[in-house]
C-alpha cells in the first residue's frame, strides 16, 4: 500500500475530524487516570502505526501523549512480556514536525522457528530455537517513539519474548531507547547435532533515504535455512517503497495478532480505524504461551489535545530503585496561553508536594504560563509497586507515576575442592529482578562475566532475565579462596554479588617431635601419608631449614621435587650443635605445611636472682644455686663494669673463675653503686653462654618529717609514725634540744643514729621550751643533712592560705641577678632550705629568662613548652621565647624570694617591662608546702602556665591574669599540687 500525501496544512478541520469521544473502552496495560485524562481532551488521535506531519499554522498546539510498546511474542513455556507504558506533554510551534512509530508486536514461537522481532523506532530481537525437534523463543516487540523535530520526545520499550522448552531458549528482548532488542539465546548445547547454541539475531537500525528504518531480527537456528525464524518484522514503507534487504513485511507486524494491521494515515481528514483501538483491544501485551505461541500486540501512541489550550503540562512516569524515599521528578515547563493563571493542587497515594518555579514544596497554588513545575512523592515501601500522584490544573488533570523497581539480584553457588592454578567456570545464573545496571567484576584470579553466551569481559550491563556465567583462577595455594565481587559500576561500594572458589585441602603428616638429642646428629622422622581434598598434581614441594631432605614413596633424598594426595613422606635433619636448641624443618607445598621438630639435649645453667632497692657501698650476695646440668669441667667466669663481682664454688673461695661440674653449688657477691637509683649489670659465662645478675640501689633513704606549729611550751612533742620509703641508709638527728632522738618500728629505744632499712618505720621526739620560741632538730640521712625537723607554737613560723590578691612587694632589699637585657639565658638559685617538686627535695633551683623555673638541670628551653618539655621538673609562669632585663632575689629564714622584670620578645629595654612577676617559696609546716607567684603586667599571659613534673602537669593554670596572685600547695614530696587564685600567704614568719 502505497503511503497518501502527508497533511499539508495542521488545521482545525484535522481536529475536529479526529475528535473521539472516549468514554467507553479500558485498557489493562494504562492506569485508570489515563482514561480520566482522556475525557479532558479536546480531541484524541490514536495512531496504530506511524505518521508524520507538519504544523503549517501559526498556532501553538499542546498535547499530552501516552505511548505502550509492542509485546513480545508468546513462547511454549512463558508468555510474552507487555510494552512498557509512558506518558508526557508537549508543545507542537509553527513550523515544528512531528514523526510517531508505533512498535509491532513481536511473532508467537512454532516448531522449529524462533519468532520474529517486532518492528518498531528499535526493532525486538529474534527468538532462538533450540533444536531440530524444538520450538523457538518468541520475538521481542518493537518499541514506540514520538518525535518532533526528529528528537525523541517519548519512548516506549518493547516487551521481551516468552521462552520455550523449559526456558532453555529465549525470546528476544524488546527494542529500548538505547538500541535494537538483543536476539534470544540457547542456554546450552545440545549433543550430536553440529550447530546448537544459536542466537536469535539483534535487532538493528539503518537508514533509506535519509530517513531512519528500524527492522526487528530473525530467527536462527545453526544456519540451516530450514530452521531459520520468521523472517524481518518491518516498520513500514519509508518514500513509497521497500527498504534495501527488506524482503517484505515479517509476521511480527502491527496488530493484536501480530499480523499486519491498517495504517492510519493523517490527511485528507480521512483516516482508517479498521485495526486502531477497539473495546476489546490489549494494545501492547505480550502473547500468551502454548504448543504454538501467540504474536504480542501492537503497541500504540495517543496524543490528546488539551481543551481550551488554556495551561498544559505532563510528567513522565519515573522509575526508582529507592524504596520509601522522596523521589523528585523532572522540571517541566507550563504551556498554554500567554498571561494564563490557573489554579494548581496535588494529590496522591505517596505524600506528592508540588514546587513552581523552583519554590517552596506546597499542596495547592497558583501557577501562570511559562512558569515550571517540579513534583515530588515518596515512593513505596516495596518494589515493583506504584506511588500515583493526581495533579489537577484548572479544569484538566493528569498524573505522574514513581514506580519501585524490582531489584536485580545474581546468585551464584560457590565451588569447593578445586585444582590449584586451574580455569573454573561457574553454573549459569539468571539475573532476578527488573531493570539494568552497569558492573564489573573484581576480585582474585583474575575474574570474568559472560552474558547471554557472549564474549568474556571484566565489565558491562546486566538486565533482568540475563543469563550470567563466571569464571576464574584458583590460587596457587591450598584451601585458599579465589572470589569474583560484582559491583555497581557507578558505585563502587555496593556489591551485587559475590562468587568464590576454593581450592581443596593438602594436609602433611605431622611428623612429631624428638628431644633429648645429641648435637649435631642426623634425625629421621616417622613416615606419613599426605591427605587432602585436593583434585590433580603433583605438586610441587620444597623444604625449608638448612639440610633438610625428604622422601616421597621411599624414594630417594631429596631438596625438592613433586606430591599429591596419598604419597607417603619423610623429612630428615642434622641436629644443632648448640644444646637446648631446637630445628623445625618443614616440607612446604600450596602453601601447606608439614613440620619436625628436633631438639638437642637440654643444659640448665644456675640463674640467681636480680636484686633492687638495695643500700649505697654494701657488699651483697646472691643466693646459693645448684648446678643440676650435666656439665663437666666446664669453664665459669664473672664480670661487671663495677662492683668487683665473685663467685664462690661449692663454698669455697672468692674468686672471678673457675670451674664448674654436675652437682656443684654456687654463689656471688658484688659492690652495690655508690649512687642512688642505679643498676649494675653483672655477666656470669659458663661454657660460653652468658647469664646476667642484675643488682639495683634503691632511692636512698626517704624520711618526709613534718613540721609543727602548734607545739604546747614546755612539753615533748612526737611524730607519727614515719615509713621510710626509700632504700636502706642511715639516719642520724642532733639538737641543743634537751631532748631529740628517735625510735625504729615502735620500740622503747631511743637513738640519735642508726640504720634504717627500706620500709621501717621511725618515730622522732623532742622537747620544746618556752612560747615565742622554736626548737630545730638538724636530721642527717646517709650522712647528707635534710631540711630540720622544727617546732614552734604558731607564734613564730605559721604559714597558710589567705583570700585576694597580694602585691608587688618591688626589688628593696633584695640582691640583683641580672641587670642587662638577656635571651635564652638562666641563674642558678641556692634556697636556704630543702623544697621538694616531684619526689626531688633540694636546695639547687634554676631560673630562666623563657619565664620558667626548674630542678635538676639547667634549661634554656624557648618553645614547645608542655607538661612534658622541658623533661625536668618545673613551674610554668607564661613561658614563651621571652626576655629579661633585670632579675633579684632575697633570701629569709622562711622563704626565698626572686623578683623577675621581662619582655615578651627576645629583647627589651632595661626599666620598660612588659612581664613581671614575684616568686616566693616558703618552708614547709605541717603536711604542705607553699609557693606564692604575684603578677604584675604581663604580656605572655596565654604562654605556658602550671605546675608539672617531667612528664605531666600536676596543675595547668591556663591563661594568666596580669596584676593578680596564685597560691600554688602541696605535700611535702612536692606531688599533689593544687593552685588557688586570687590568693595569697600570710602568717607569722612569712614576710607578708
Not at 93 to 111: C, D, E, F, K
Not at 179 to 184: H, I, L, M, P, T
Not at 618 to 639: D, H, Q
Not at 944 to 972: K, M, Q, R
Request: proline fraction near 3%.
Amino acid at each position: 500500500m502505497k503511503r497518501r500525501n502527508h497533511l499539508s496544512v495542521f488545521t482545525a478541520v484535522l481536529f475536529a475530524s479526529l475528535l473521539w469521544n472516549q468514554t467507553s473502552w479500558a485498557h489493562p496495560m494504562m492506569p485508570v487516570s489515563f482514561w480520566q485524562n482522556l475525557r479532558n481532551c479536546a480531541a484524541v488521535y490514536v495512531i496504530p502505526s506511524e505518521f508524520n506531519l507538519t504544523n503549517n499554522s501559526a498556532q501553538n498546539y499542546e498535547f499530552n501523549v501516552y505511548l505502550i510498546g509492542g509485546g513480545g511474542g508468546g513462547g511454549v513455556s512463558s508468555a510474552g512480556s507487555r510494552g512498557q507504558f509512558t506518558q508526557g506533554s508537549f508543545v507542537l510551534a509553527p513550523s515544528q514536525n512531528l514523526y510517531a512509530v508505533v512498535g509491532g508486536g513481536g511473532s508467537g514461537s512454532t516448531y522449529m522457528t524462533g519468532g520474529a522481532g517486532g518492528a518498531g523506532y528499535y526493532g525486538g530481537g529474534g527468538g532462538a530455537v533450540e533444536s531440530v525437534n524444538s520450538y523457538g523463543g518468541g520475538g521481542g516487540g518493537g518499541s514506540s517513539a514520538l518525535l518532533r523535530n526528529g528528537v525523541v520526545l517519548f519512548h516506549a520499550n518493547g516487551g521481551k519474548g516468552g521462552a520455550s522448552t523449559s526456558f532453555i531458549t529465549a525470546g528476544g528482548d524488546g527494542g529500548t531507547n538505547v538500541g535494537g532488542g538483543a536476539g534470544g539465546f540457547v542456554t546450552g548445547g545440545l549433543t550430536g547435532f553440529t550447530g546448537a547454541y544459536k542466537l536469535g539475531g539483534d535487532g538493528y537500525c539503518n537508514l533509506n533515504n535519509g530517513v531512519e528504518l528500524v527492522h526487528g531480527g530473525r530467527g536462527a537456528y545453526g544456519g540451516k535455512s530450514t530452521y531459520d525464524g520468521g523472517s524481518f518484522g518491518q516498520r513500514g514503507l519509508t518514500n513509497g517503497s521497500l527498504p534495501t534487504g527488506c524482503s517484505g513485511r515479517g509476521s511480527g507486524g502491527f496488530g493484536s495478532s501480530g499480523g499486519s494491521s491498517a495504517t492510519a494515515y493523517i490527511g485528507n481528514a480521512t483516516v482508517d480505524w479498521a485495526n486502531s483501538y477497539a473495546a476489546s483491544s490489549l494494545q501492547g501485551a505480550g502473547g500468551s504461551a502454548s504448543t504454538n505461541g501467540i504474536s504480542g500486540s501492537a503497541g500504540v501512541v495517543v496524543l490528546c489535545k488539551k481543551k481550551n489550550a488554556d495551561l498544559f503540562v505532563g510528567f513522565p512516569e519515573t522509575i526508582t530503585s529507592s524504596l520509601s524515599s522522596v523521589v523528585t521528578s523532572v522540571t517541566q515547563t507550563v504551556y498554554g496561553t500567554t498571561g494564563t493563571t490557573l489554579p494548581i493542587s496535588v494529590s496522591g497515594t505517596g505524600s506528592p508536594e508540588i514546587s513552581i518555579n523552583g519554590g517552596a514544596w506546597v499542596t495547592s497554588g497558583n501557577i501562570s504560563y511559562g512558569q515550571t513545575l517540579a513534583l515530588r512523592q515518596t515512593s513505596a515501601v516495596s518494589a515493583s509497586t506504584t506511588a500515583t500522584a493526581m495533579v489537577n490544573l484548572g479544569s484538566n488533570s493528569f498524573t505522574w507515576s514513581l514506580t519501585t523497581a524490582q531489584p536485580l539480584a545474581l546468585v551464584f553457588t560457590d565451588i569447593l575442592n578445586q585444582a590449584a592454578n586451574a580455569l573454573v567456570t561457574s553454573a549459569a545464573a539468571t539475573v532476578t529482578g527488573t531493570g539494568s545496571v552497569a558492573v564489573n567484576v573484581v576480585g582474585t584470579g583474575s575474574p570474568e562475566f559472560s552474558v547471554n553466551g557472549g564474549p568474556w569481559v571484566t565489565s558491562g550491563t546486566l538486565n533482568g532475565g540475563d543469563s550470567v556465567i563466571v569464571r576464574l583462577t584458583t590460587p596457587s595455594i591450598a584451601s585458599r579462596k579465589s572470589y569474583a565481587i560484582f559491583r555497581c559500576e557507578s558505585c563502587l561500594s555496593t556489591t551485587l554479588t559475590r562468587w568464590s572458589v576454593t581450592t581443596g585441602s593438602l594436609i602433611f603428616p605431622s611428623f612429631g617431635s624428638a628431644t633429648g638429642l645429641a648435637l649435631s646428629t642426623q634425625q629421621t622422622s616417622p613416615s606419613g601419608v599426605i591427605t587432602g581434598t585436593i583434585p590433580g598434581g603433583p605438586y610441587p614441594f620444597t623444604l625449608t631449614g638448612t639440610g633438610s631432605e625428604a622422601s616421597v614413596n621411599g624414594g630417594a633424598w631429596v631438596t625438592s621435587g613433586n606430591v599429591m594426595v596419598g604419597d607417603t613422606v619423610q623429612i630428615r635433619v642434622i641436629s644443632s650443635n648448640i644444646q637446648n636448641s631446637q630445628l623445625s624443618p618443614a616440607i612446604v607445598s600450596l602453601g601447606a605445611y608439614g613440620y619436625f621438630y628436633v631438639t638437642t639435649a637440654s643444659t640448665t645453667y644456675p640463674a640467681f636472682s636480680n636484686l633492687v632497692n638495695q643500700g649505697k657501698n654494701l657488699v651483697v650476695s646472691s643466693e646459693v644455686r645448684s648446678v643440676t646440668s650435666g656439665l663437666v669441667n666446664a669453664p665459669i667466669s664473672i664480670s661487671a663494669a663495677s662492683g668487683s663481682p665473685q663467685i664462690s664454688i661449692n663454698g669455697g673461695a672468692w674468686a672471678t673463675s673457675g670451674v664448674l661440674n654436675q652437682g656443684d653449688t654456687l654463689q656471688a657477691r658484688m659492690t652495690t653503686s655508690s649512687s642512688n637509683m642505679t643498676s649494675t649489670t653483672v655477666n656470669i659465662v659458663i661454657a660460653g653462654s652468658t647469664t646476667t645478675w642484675l643488682v639495683t640501689t634503691g632511692n636512698g633513704i626517704q624520711l618526709i618529717i613534718p613540721n609543727v606549729n602548734n607545739a604546747t611550751p614546755s612539753t615533748t612533742v612526737t611524730t607519727g609514725s614515719i615509713v621510710n620509703t626509700g632504700a636502706a641508709g642511715t639516719l642520724a638527728v642532733n639538737s641543743t634540744a634537751a631532748i631529740a632522738d628517735f625510735s625504729l618500728d615502735g620500740g622503747s629505744t631511743w637513738v640519735t643514729s642508726a640504720t634504717v632499712a627500706a620500709g621501717q618505720s621511725v618515730v622522732f621526739r623532742a622537747s620544746y621550751g618556752l612560747a615565742g620560741t622554736k626548737t630545730v632538730v638538724n636530721v642527717l640521712l646517709d650522712g647528707a643533712e635534710v631540711n630540720p625537723w622544727e617546732i614552734n607554737d604558731g607564734s613564730v613560723y605559721s604559714p597558710a592560705i589567705s583570700a585576694g590578691s597580694a602585691v608587688l612587694l618591688g626589688a628593696g632589699g633584695m640582691t640583683q641577678l641580672v641587670s642587662v637585657g638577656q635571651d635564652d639565658a638562666f641563674q642558678t638559685l641556692t634556697l636556704p632550705f630543702y623544697f621538694s617538686i616531684a619526689q626531688y627535695q633540694t636546695k639547687t633551683w634554676y631560673i630562666c629568662s623563657n619565664t620558667f623555673i626548674n630542678v635538676l638541670t639547667s634549661s634554656t628551653s624557648y618553645s614547645g613548652f608542655a607538661g612534658n618539655f622541658p623533661a625536668v621538673p618545673k613551674f610554668f609562669l607564661g613561658a614563651a621565647d621571652n626576655s629579661w632585663q633585670r632579675v633579684w632575689s632575697q633570701s629569709g629564714t622562711n622563704y626565698f624570694r626572686i623578683r623577675y622584670e621581662g619582655t615578651a620578645s627576645t629583647s627589651g629595654t632595661v626599666g620598660s617591662p612588659n612581664i613581671v612577676y614575684e616568686f616566693t617559696f616558703f618552708k614547709a609546716m605541717g603536711n604542705k608546702q607553699y609557693i606564692q607567684v604575684v603578677f604584675g603586667p604581663h604580656s605572655r599571659s596565654t604562654g605556658a602556665f602550671g605546675v608539672a613534673s617531667s612528664s605531666a602537669y600536676f596543675v595547668n593554670g591556663g591563661t594568666i591574669t596580669p596584676n593578680s596572685s596564685y597560691v600554688f600547695e602541696s605535700d611535702l614530696k612536692g606531688e599533689n599540687w593544687v593552685m588557688t587564685p586570687n590568693s595569697k600567704i600570710i602568717g607569722a614568719g612569712t614576710d607578708q
